[in-house]
């Protein structure tokens, strides 16, 4: 019988006031205000990181990459994913399917909705689905001051015959 674990993975960034700063959701770059963080800070990218290190037991992303390293700085969000993915295979876990629940005012993503999962499915090597949900107005998100992540993560480990 196999090992099953799930993990749970959350993220948010506000909105930068760099004009220069490009907006990417799930290794996707769209059309407006970019998110402030040390890497290109990628929401999606990071609720899945640690929805799949916490699954696997291996800590979280600010554990990992932390954004006290100057090497961290400008990062490639989708790079660090992909290093996760390395550790979490390592350690002996195949990813079966990750889930995102992304909560933003805008912008909307469903015209970008498949290629984010598929950018994202060809770094994870497994389904990712997104979905896009609005606060409907209320709290940070809803007065688009930024935007939130939330990821689930199923892992498996084949088990040892009997």
Known sequence: MPEIRVGQGFDVHPFSDDPGRRLVLG??????????????????AHAVTDALLGAAGLGDIGQRYPDTDPAHAGADSMDLLAD???????DGWEVANVDCTV???????????????????VVVGAAVTIKGKRAEGLGAIGREEGVACFAVALLTRPGTPS
């Open 27 to 44: 290794g996707v770059a769209f059309d407006g205000r970019g998110l402030s963080g040390h890497s290109d800070a990628d929401v999606v």
């Open 84 to 90: 996760s993915v390395a550790a979490v295979r390592a």
């Open 103 to 121: 909560v933003l005012e805008a912008p909307r993503l469903a015209s970008r909705r498949t290629d984010m999962q598929e950018a994202l499915a």
